[in-house]
Nanobody, 119 residues
């Protein structure tokens, strides 16, 4: 049974930093491209960042470029999202997700962790 469990979400002031983590189990973590998504109240879920399973190539949404950094540790089956210079518009539930190698769709999703940025 595959599980992705996010942690690290909390209330933080605008301009602050936060680090989210996602621990995977039940899957060959190194074979999965890992992504972070978020969903703000009343909005659709949106892509934040992902990191490729093989070459570690990283893609960011324009809205977080230069502020967020995704990383992975295959030995620990974890993917992290370092978030700096947080803005109120970053407030959302953050989800990690996994897609097998170069598949187009994310197959596994975590339950989400709430990030609230106060202005």
């Amino acid at each position: 049974q595959v599980q992705l469990v996010e942690s690290g979400g909390r209330l933080v002031e605008a301009g602050g930093s936060l680090r989210l983590s996602c621990a995977g189990s039940g899957l060959t973590f190194s074979s999965y491209t890992m992504g972070w998504f978020r969903q703000a109240p009343g909005k659709e879920r949106e892509f934040v960042a992902n990191i490729h399973w093989f070459d570690g190539m990283i893609v960011y949404a324009d809205s977080v470029k230069g502020r967020f950094a995704i990383s992975r540790d295959n030995a620990k089956s974890t993917v992290s999202l370092q978030m700096n210079s947080l803005k109120s518009e970053d407030t959302a539930v953050y989800y990690c997700a996994a897609r097998y190698r170069d598949a187009t769709k994310y197959r596994y999703w975590g339950q989400g962790t709430q990030v609230t940025v106060s202005s």
